[in-house]
């Protein structure tokens, strides 16, 4: 197939200088006849005015490299700048010192003049023309370090593995940083290098400089940057900086590895692990830089959300700020505002786009991998994807970023100077008004305003623009906690007004936090961040139905932090989040207590959508995870804190109990699904598979029904299946199959069950597995299906109307799914499936007798009542033509209704009653937990009225909702009577 014809634009920027673009045109018209027949290709022309009266540098290159303007013209851009990369790949490491530098500054020039053609023509997109620019770095970079290298081999200096491959096992490696690492270099760019050696590697051992590594590799290091930056006739290649590696001002300019790690592992700062985000081996040994930045990998991703690094991040900018006097000049004149301005550092700049960006990625991607993407525009693109960032926010910054960077290469495109400042003189202005492609220097001013603007703004949604603090001018001046005075009488007054009565407590303990006596509250940081947010604490706390027992909880919360720069940069910068927390430490004792134990939790409410895909999530947590604790560590960190979030969702009232079942059970699921995968995977490795074989894991209770609620135990049943010809597992130690699957869920349970910081992940109840806790943990497809043929209670059967297959490969869980409905359908007389429901339920009553008023689940009429109605039926019915059953209690109870098992107004009844006993369960669960007594806590019942009356029963009060709750009991247990039968007593 013929390649496509290259065709060059006809339109380019017009000439600022038009002299300067006729002396041009007519110097390279007089190189020779193939250069004037060029002139008369279509666009050629116009090209060369354009570079001649905008750019002297541009105009010298065109003359000194008309071949590449020859190759750009006829075959394009890619194809040009491949052809300059296959030449200098033809040469010879083992050249001459010269020879090398000459290719090198010639692969500079060609690549300089066809990348600066293709970005001002419009031809390659800002990404080509950086990667491209990143490209020829990297080349020339690999080419230089080969040679310097071999030419230490050669003189005897280190001994090289393969003479003919230096950079092999060679224990130096060059990392790029900032816009190289990112594959983004500006136009005039130098490059960030940091220079790191391992002193143990075998090159160093077997030469001359094994007495003095470090000399050596400090002489090789100048003598990389001489060949990379030194001019001469040829130019240069790029301006090199070494100064982002550990203490510059303080270590040698390449650095032993031993080093690098001891400085990042104890004295590495924020600024440093943002610049660590772009950082990626580039020349030299590869592996070592590999494995270093995989050493420094929790330095610069921190699992936590680490909202801290917001504050030090925008004080660094600040700093920058001040220093540089970066803000626009005070003008009414659109180009007088902008006159020496800094495109890069200064206001509504390309820095505050790449800080806004890197401080997210920092933020949120220790526990995202996905997020840990060096380039700006693609992590970008995934910050929205994980919605973290704006799309309206994303497409604004791109879309500014793309003009700053094309405005910062028009600048460095006049002589090749690494600046990023507008001109200040006005003639000048024009110049790269003309060479953007404006009318003139107003027009390209509105619109450089215009793009500073939308960068400021979005830079200050994310670092500057934190909401006042609520109603912290009420508190006033008056908040004063100096001194020794136990009851200082203006903090007291301004105490008693927002609430308060125990002011000497409360006076104490804000004394004991500004003190440092707090473990949290050691560090000047975290003090300084508390002593801003106390007035708004003390507002947000006073707010609550008992403002004392709220504060007493949060000081309970802040005594328990390991640290407290995290959770104060939190509410700092998140004061939504601090009046959310301090909602549960008004309303929820138990949710409180929770999170006073694992604080961690408290991340779990920055998720900001109600439902999510967790499994999605998950995995995504999990790419980098390796080892199995880690795996562990990472799920159940997930689980605890989406927990969390929605029992705080719930008591918001932003969930109701069907909602948030469906999630909580969402969450089992997905946990189970990614852990158990692993689990046996690491198993594997001990005891190998069991050839053909497969487990399932199968939910039951209110997992399989899908109404998990806060603190549901997670109750399953494993079945496996294996070839009858198979006996034993096959591997490093074999195991009978049997055997082999009971320890494999042992170690499933095992996973699921590991307590952490965080708490355990779940509970796990086996008890509905066949022949309960005296049954296998596994029990085998055949044993389960002849257990339930020939030995399963009714009750039992009962259990299965509300198993699910929830893991385990496809055709595995279909012919366990096969096998349960199978159970559920064997035929047994009606009358004898009532009899043992009812039999069942008065054992029950007998042994579990409810715990007090409020105990919905276990009172006669309760929700037991409820689920044996819809189980009982179920089974009863489970042969009839058409009727399909549910795990779900409710879903089932209208199947039954539309099968003419349940009179209408009795299903609606049930539904109802069924809905409000586990909103109720629920609610007190996660306020009061199990309580004894009638009477509830004001603070606790608000949400459980709200959520009564959501599930549809009004109740003026806790007694007027208890009493509601005793008709509803009555009428559900004259149902169980008419539906089941009627127990004893």
Known sequence: MKPATFLMPRHWPAPYDEAAADRLVERFEAIGEAESRLLKAPGVLPMLRCLGGNSPYLAALALREFDSIHRLVTTGPEAAFAHGLSCLGQVSFAAKRPDIAAALRQAKRATALIAAIADIGGIWPLETVTGTLSDLAEATLRLAIRHLLRTAHDAGEIRLQDANRPEHNCGFVALAMGKLGAAELNYSSDIDLILLYDSTAPVYAGGRASDSIGSFTSRLARDLITLMEARDANGYVFRTDLRLRPDPAATPPAVSLHAALLYY???????????????????????????????????????????????????????????????????????????????????????????????????????????????????????????????????????????????????????????????????????????????????????????????????????????????????GPELDFRGDDPEPAPTVAALRAMGYHDTKRIVSAVRRWLAGHVRALRSSLARDLMTTMVPSILVTLGR?????????RFDRFISALPAGVQPMSLFHRNPRQLDRVAAVLGAAPMLSEHLVRYPSALEGLLTTDDVVDV???????????????????????????????????????RLDVNASGRQRTALAEAALSVLVPRVLADFATRFGRVPGGALAVVAMGKAGGREMMAGSDLDLMFIYDHPQDVTESRGPRNLPASQWFVRAVQACIGALTAPGPEGQM?????????????????????????????????????????????????????????????????????????????????????????????????????????????????LVHAQDPGFRGSQTTHVALQRLRNAGVIARPDAALLIEAERLWRTIQGMLRMTVGRIEVASLPDASALPLLLAAAKAGVSAVDADDLLHKSEDIAQQVRKLFENYVGKPDG
Request: aromatic share 6%; proline share 6%; with cysteine.
């Open 265 to 475: 592992e104890s004295m590495g700062q924020n600024w440093e692990r943002a610049a660590m985000i772009k950082a990626r081996p580039i020349a030299g040994d590869l592996p070592l830089g590999h494995r270093f930045l995989e050493a420094i990998r929790p330095f610069v991703w921190r699992r936590g959300l680490d909202f801290a690094a917001v504050a030090d991040i925008h004080a660094m900018k600040r700093r920058i700020d001040v220093a540089r006097n970066t803000a626009l000049n005070q003008s009414d004149d659109p180009a007088a505002r902008i006159a020496g301005h800094n495109v890069k550092l200064g206001e509504g700049g390309i820095r505050e786009i790449e800080f806004l960006v890197q401080t997210l990625q920092m933020v949120w991607g220790g526990r995202d991998p996905t997020l840990r993407i060096k380039p700006t525009l693609p992590a970008m693109a995934r910050l929205v994807e994980t919605g973290h960032l704006d799309e309206t926010a994303r497409c604004e910054l791109a879309e500014s970023y793309r003009f700053l960077r094309q405005v910062e290469h028009r600048i460095q495109m006049v002589n090749d100077r690494q600046t990023h400042d507008l001109p200040e003189q006005p003639e000048e202005m024009n110049r790269i008004a003309r060479f953007m492609a404006y009318p003139d220097a107003k027009a390209f001013a509105l619109d450089f305003l215009r793009h500073v603007d939308i960068v400021r703004a979005n830079y200050r949604a994310v670092f500057e623009l934190v909401p006042d603090m609520p109603d912290t001018k009420t508190a």
């Open 544 to 552: 609550q139905p008992n403002p004392d027992e709220a504060f007493n």
């Open 615 to 653: 499994e999605r999530m998950l995995r995504s947590r999990l790419t980098d995870a390796d080892r199995q604790e880690d795996v562990i560590q990472i799920v159940r960190s997930a689980v605890k804190e989406r927990d969390f979030f929605l029992s705080v969702a719930t008591l918001e009232g």
């Open 762 to 874: 779940y509970a796990l109840d086996m008890r509905l597995r066949p022949s309960g806790n005296k049954g296998p943990l596994a029990v085998s497809l055949e044993g389960f299906k002849h257990y339930h043929e020939w030995d399963a209670w009714t009750w039992e059967r009962m259990a299965l109307t509300r198993a699910r297959v929830v893991a385990g490969p496809p055709d595995m869980r279909r012919r366990v799914t096969r096998a349960i409905e199978a159970a559920i359908r064997r035929q047994q007389e009606p009358d004898r499936i009532r009899a043992n429901a009812v039999t069942m339920r008065e054992r029950m009553a007998r042994d579990l007798r409810p715990h007090g008023p409020w105990d919905v689940k276990l009172r006669a009429g309760g929700l037991i009542d409820i689920e044996f109605i819809a189980q009982t039926l179920q």
